[in-house]
């Protein structure tokens, strides 16, 4: 998956979808749009002293969450799992770790692996 086919995929059609499985690329690439948007709008707002523009974040945190449940559910773990990264210091680490984990194989409770269909595929 491609950084344009994460993004898409991430803001349209999976906006809200907290069920199924998504694979690293699709994490990390959305991930990354993730940060760039909150760099450029995070630096608009400092640059022009307006607090309230943080609110344009917003439609990035839907998404953003959702990514990271259906990463989760890859792995073959609970979307919930997620609530690790609030333990101070060691939780967000872990959280991290924990995303970087390879696919399970095969089908689990979450769904059948987008791993094995990206393979029949191509």
Do not use: Q
Not at 32 to 44: E, M, P, S
Not at 50 to 75: E, G, I, K, N
């Amino acid at each position: 998956m491609s950084f344009t086919d994460a993004a898409r995929t991430c803001l349209t059609f999976k906006f809200a979808t907290f069920s199924g499985r998504a694979r690293r690329a699709e994490y990390w690439w959305f991930s990354l749009v993730y940060v760039g948007a909150v760099a450029v709008i995070g630096g608009i707002g400092l640059a022009l002293e307006v607090s309230w523009l943080a609110v344009l974040l917003v439609p990035f945190l839907v998404p953003m969450l959702s990514v990271s449940v259906r990463r989760l559910h890859d792995t073959g773990k609970s979307g919930w799992s997620m609530l690790i990264a609030l333990i101070p210091v060691i939780g967000p680490v872990l959280y991290l770790l924990g995303m970087t984990v390879d696919s399970a194989a095969g089908p689990n409770r979450y769904g059948p692996s987008p791993k094995a269909a990206d393979r029949s595929a191509g």
